[in-house]
């Protein structure tokens, strides 16, 4: 819990931020994200398109994320607190990766500018 409270504090700084710079274009799609990719995760569990691997993956992401049970101690400075989101993130880039676009664009409720930009992350190797 205190990795998800920590992980929402610098979500919520980074918005802020993001206004105060005037940004607010940038500051309303980070405020999406969050939601997207749950609608995204969602629907790519029960899409027959997905392959059976990633939804293997995206299921351990989410028993990962919401098991009070941590590998990495919250007491380690930056990972400790972050673990879930950096469990999550890799999910993410394995199902990019393995996970045909149109399948991906059909179950992303956001701006499709930043869907293109998660997939140019995810394909960074």
Aim: charge should be positive; charged fraction near 20%; aromatic fraction near 8%.
């Amino acid at each position: 819990m205190i990795g998800v409270a920590c992980a929402l504090a610098l979500w919520l700084v980074a918005i802020v931020v993001l206004v105060a710079l005037g940004k607010r274009s940038r500051s309303r799609e980070l405020v999406s994200v969050i939601p997207n990719l749950v609608v995204l995760f969602r629907g790519l569990l029960v899409d027959p398109r997905v392959p059976r691997s990633s939804k293997g993956w995206l299921w351990f992401a989410l028993a990962w994320c919401i098991s009070p049970i941590d590998l990495i101690p919250e007491f380690v400075p930056v990972a400790g607190p972050l673990d879930d989101a950096i469990v999550a993130a890799l999910v993410l880039r394995h199902v990019l990766r393995r996970t045909d676009r149109a399948v991906l664009t059909d179950h992303w409720r956001g701006d499709p500018a930043t869907l293109d930009a998660i997939i140019r992350f995810g394909a960074t190797r």
